[in-house]
């Protein structure tokens, strides 16, 4: 009976420990880079899937304490190493889960006072009651994180066909409201380093947004390295000017127009607006895109899982040595001399791709231009932290960015 009993405590330990031990390796994660590529999506994920690994933590250490009650209460002796090791593991898993929940109040209380501080301490009410009706109550629900956040029904129009350069198709899709109307619009340009995707990332955030009264254009642009800048450039441009003569038609106020980009999208969304002959937009929005790319290439993070060097040659055709002038015309910071339309940065601090201090100066030279500008700062967050829609830092982001587009869309 004695040894019947040691080896199902055997086994119960061993179960706690593989616990343990799963849930200390994904949740070092969130303080860990990536080193490599193929690692990168444990570093954006582990961060934006906390509440559940807190759960998996949870479980873990319950279960350790069971093991441990377990084989005192029926053998009467002390603790064995193994249970001590880990009880060990599991409290510095549950304590690394906890990192971005516990930093969250702090992190929505300093990017409230950036939206007060750029836009005014009373910036809401200059929502219309409309608009302000359909935003998010709080900045993170922790029921969402679970279960996700609900998925609205639009009137959704795919591939829609803008230009062809080059004998290439482009194409759009377009997010709408179930009712017909004229609504202010979000053109979206996805990420990808330049080189992939398509209007189709991101599908959920633009459904949210046009649920909530935008007429959502997500476009297509041509890829490096078979074609190089200026093309991607082109093509958004091109896009904006099919949107306004096609306006009326798509449901569109051409007064009341936002870019709202991703990484390499996020750097053509600033270009785009900040252009001195830009088709005229009331603001534009960057997440996680790069600013200055000759200072990219020449400091790049550490480490390194994109290879951020190769990434910028394939699409500027090589180094700033060898093409200084594509890579100033390339680099948003270069066309920061004069106020420009109100901007909304946000940027994760453990970005490994493009690091968040290039935000801060990118955020620092607008302002001194008497531009309108804000930084969002996600502590734990990695780039492309809003691949998981539901997860903390998208959730905070989404509740800023809504806001900031229903004011400067109003």
């Known amino acids: 009976m004695i040894s019947r009993i040691n080896h199902f405590r055997e086994v119960f330990t061993l179960l706690a420990l593989l616990l343990s031990g799963v849930g200390l390796f994904l949740s070092s994660w969130i303080v860990i880079p990536a080193p490599i590529f193929s690692l990168l999506p444990l570093g954006v994920g582990v961060p934006e899937l906390s509440p559940w690994l807190v759960v998996l933590n949870a479980i873990a250490f319950g279960t350790t304490q069971g093991a441990i009650a377990f084989g005192v209460s029926l053998l009467g002796g002390r603790n064995s190493w193994l249970q001590r090791l880990t009880l060990g593991v599991t409290l510095v898993g549950l304590f690394l889960s906890l990192l971005p929940l516990v930093q969250l109040p702090a992190t929505d209380k300093k990017m409230a006072v950036a939206m007060r501080d750029a836009l005014g301490a009373d910036y809401l009410k200059a929502i219309p009651h409309q608009m302000q009706s359909q935003l998010r109550l709080h900045p993170f629900i922790l029921a969402d994180a679970f279960r996700g956040i609900p998925r609205d029904e639009v009137r959704y129009t795919p591939n829609i066909q803008f230009a062809a350069p080059d004998r290439v198709p482009l194409t759009l899709d377009i997010y709408r409201p179930l009712q017909v109307g004229q609504y202010p619009a979000i053109v979206i340009v996805y990420g990808g380093g330049w080189q992939s995707g398509s209007p189709s990332a991101h599908s959920d955030f633009s459904r949210y947004m046009a649920r909530r ?3 959502v254009f997500a476009i297509a642009y041509r890829h490096a390295p078979r074609y190089q800048f200026p093309a991607q450039l082109d093509d958004v441009r091109a896009a904006l000017t ?7 038609e798509y449901e569109t106020d051409i007064t009341r127009i936002a870019l709202l980009g991703r990484s390499a999208g996020g750097h053509l969304a600033m270009l785009a607006a900040y ?8 603001a ?9 790319l000759t200072q990219g290439y020449k400091e790049p993070p550490k480490p390194d899982p994109l290879n951020v060097r190769a990434v910028l040659e394939a699409f500027l055709g090589g180094s700033p040595d060898e093409r200084p002038e594509q890579y100033v015309q390339a680099s948003p910071i270069s066309y920061v001399t004069r106020p420009l339309p109100p901007t909304l940065l946000v ?3 453990r970005d490994h791709i493009v690091e968040v201090r290039f935000a801060q100066n990118m955020y620092k030279r607008l302002c001194a231009t008497g531009s309108t500008a804000i930084l969002l700062e996600i502590p734990w967050a990695e780039h492309a ?9 998208n959730q905070l982001a989404l509740y800023y960015t809504e806001r900031f587009l229903a004011w400067v869309l109003k």
Do not use: C, E, W
Request: hydrophobic share 30%; net charge negative; charged share 10%.
């Open 347 to 349: 940027h994760g601090s």
């Open 284 to 292: 534009v929005v960057n997440y996680y895109g790069p600013f200055n």
């Open 275 to 282: 252009q001195p002959d830009a088709l005229p937009v009331r």
């Open 385 to 393: 932290f809003d691949s998981i829609f539901h997860g903390p830092s």
């Open 242 to 248: 099919f949107i306004q003569q096609h306006a009326t």
């Open 213 to 215: 009264g935008y007429t």
